[in-house]
C-alpha cells in the first residue's frame, strides 16, 4: 500500500492516515460552503453559482425519487455524498489517501445512515413503524418479522463494504500499475477512478434515499 504524503501517528497504536484525510476531507467541504456563502447574490457569481447547480440537482433527483418529502433530508444526504465523492477524488491525487479507502470510514458512514433512516421510520409512524417489518400478513409475521430484521441490519454492512471495497480495490490497482508502467498506463486508470469515484457516491446516496424513502411509506 502506497504511503500517503499526509497521514497521522499517534504514540502507540496503529498508523491510521485515514483519520487525517477524513478532517481533511471535511475542513474542505467547510472551506467550500463557507467561501461560496459568505457574500450571497441575487445574481450569484462562478463559485455561488456551482454551488447553487449541485445543490439544486442533488434537490431535484431526490425529489424524483424520495418525492415532496426529500427537502427535509436533503442535509444528511448531500452531507455524506459530498463527503463521499470529496473522499474518493483525494486519492486520486499522487501522493494523497482517500478515506473512503478505510472500512471504518465507509463503515461510519453507512451507520449515520442506518440510525437516520430508523429515526425517521419511528418519528413519522410511531411504535406502528414496526409493522414494515412484520410483513402484508398477520400470521405471517412470525416468519416475516426475522427475515426483515435480518435484511435490514445487513443494509450497513453492505454499504460500508460495496464503497470500501472499490475504493480499496482502485488504489491496489493504481498501484500496481504504476510500479508497472510509471508514465503512461495510469493516465486512463486516473479517468477511470474519477468516473467510480462519482459512481459509489451515487449508489450510496440512492441506496440511502430508497431506505429513507421506505422507511417513511406507510405500512401495507
Not at 10 to 28: C, D, K, Q, R
Not at 61 to 70: L, N, Q, S
Not at 78 to 107: D, E, H, W
Not at 127 to 156: M, N
Request: aromatic share 12%; hydrophobic share 55%; glycine share 8%.
Amino acid at each position: 500500500m502506497k504511503e500517503p504524503f499526509l497521514y497521522v501517528t499517534i504514540p502507540g497504536l496503529n498508523h491510521a492516515p485515514h483519520v487525517t484525510y477524513m478532517w481533511l476531507t471535511m475542513v474542505l467541504l467547510l472551506a467550500l460552503a463557507y467561501l461560496t456563502t459568505r457574500r450571497l447574490q441575487l445574481l450569484p457569481g462562478a463559485g455561488q453559482g456551482l454551488m447553487e447547480l449541485v445543490v439544486g440537482g442533488l434537490l431535484d433527483f431526490m425529489e424524483r425519487v424520495m418525492g415532496h418529502h426529500a427537502k427535509a433530508h436533503l442535509p444528511i444526504i448531500g452531507g455524506i455524498v459530498l463527503f463521499i465523492v470529496t473522499a474518493n477524488l483525494l486519492g486520486i491525487i499522487p501522493g494523497l489517501f482517500s478515506a473512503t479507502a478505510n472500512i471504518n470510514v465507509t463503515a461510519g458512514c453507512a451507520i449515520t445512515i442506518f440510525l437516520y433512516y430508523q429515526y425517521v421510520g419511528f418519528r413519522r409512524h410511531g411504535l406502528a413503524y414496526i409493522k414494515h417489518f412484520a410483513g402484508p400478513v398477520w400470521w405471517l409475521s412470525p416468519l416475516i418479522l426475522p427475515i426483515e430484521l435480518i435484511s435490514h441490519f445487513i443494509r450497513p454492512f453492505t454499504l460500508a463494504l460495496r464503497l470500501f471495497a472499490n475504493m480499496q480495490g482502485h488504489e491496489i490497482v493504481l498501484i500496481i500499475i504504476t510500479l508497472l508502467v510509471p508514465i503512461v498506463a495510469p493516465l486512463p486508470i486516473v479517468f477511470l477512478g474519477i468516473f467510480v469515484s462519482f459512481i459509489q457516491g451515487f449508489v450510496f446516496m440512492l441506496l440511502s434515499m430508497i431506505y429513507i424513502a421506505g422507511a417513511e411509506e406507510e405500512p401495507h
